[in-house]
Antibody, heavy 118, light 113 residues
Framework: EVQVLESGGGLVQPGGSLRLSCAAS????????MSWVRQAPGKGPEWVST????????YYADSVKGRFSISRDNSKNTLYLQMSSLRAEDTAAYYC???????????WGQGTLVTVSS | DIVMTQSPDSLAVSLGERATINCKSS????????????LAWFQQKPGQPPKQLFY???TRESGVPDRFSGSGSGTDFTLTISSLQAEDVAVYYC?????????FGQGTRLEIK
């Protein structure tokens, strides 16, 4: 059974940093692209970032470029999102999704909530 | 960037009746080497992550009831529910995964009339 499980969310002050993790199982993690998608309260999903299966190609939404960094450890079947210079508008549920870059986003985790507030 | 525009924003349909949701992309999402449209449909219920219903515009994900269908080509796509059931109440999103940024439509809220 495919599973992706996010962790690392929480309350952080504006300008602060946070690292999200996503533990994957039930599929060959090292063979697929992975993505982060966020959803602010009451809003639709917003794609944040995608990383290729090998980790050598990354994509970012303009809204997070230069502040967020996606990475993966294929030996640990884990995806990461390092977030810095956080703003109030980054407040959202952050979902880890299997897929991205011409690969369907077919499995999503339950999300981890990030709240940026003083 | 490819802009995805859904219509309508909300829709109320009687149980057993047909529901139709439209999605228009500002550019083609056709990938010529394989002639596939990189367009997906998602269903989201309160408190849950989005669930993929279709990919490549019309390929149904495993386990999705066959009252759901996806169609379209070029820049115009449609999600149809042939006979609305109570459990279909949700917000529906289209998404293009052809090129970054992998954009979503604004969503269509489907309710029971």
């Amino acid at each position: 059974e495919v599973q992706v499980l996010e962790s690392g969310g929480g309350l952080v002050q504006p300008g602060g940093s946070l690292r999200l993790s996503c533990a994957a199982s039930g599929f060959t993690f090292s063979s697929v692209a992975m993505s982060w998608v966020r959803q602010a309260p009451g809003k639709g999903p917003e794609w944040v970032s995608t990383i290729s299966f090998a980790g050598d190609t990354t994509y970012y939404a303009d809204s997070v470029k230069g502040r967020f960094s996606i990475s993966r450890d294929n030996s640990k079947n884990t995806l990461y999102l390092q977030m810095s210079s956080l703003r109030a508008e980054d407040t959202a549920a952050y979902y880890c999704a299997k897929g991205g870059a011409r690969t369907k986003f077919d499995y999503w985790g339950q999300g981890t909530l990030v709240t940026v507030s003083s | 960037d490819i802009v995805m525009t859904q219509s309508p924003d909300s829709l109320a349909v009687s149980l057993g009746e047909r529901a139709t949701i439209n999605c228009k992309s500002s550019q083609s999402v056709l990938y010529s080497p394989n002639n596939k449209h990189y367009l997906a449909w998602f269903q989201q219920k309160p408190g849950q992550p989005p669930k993929q219903l279709f990919y490549w515009a019309s390929t149904r994900e495993s386990g999705v009831p066959d009252r759901f269908s996806g169609s379209g080509s070029g820049t115009d796509f449609t999600l149809t529910i042939s006979s609305l059931q109570a459990e279909d109440v949700a917000v529906y999103y289209c998404q293009q995964y052809h090129s970054a940024p992998f954009t979503f439509g604004q969503g269509t809220r489907l309710e029971i009339k």
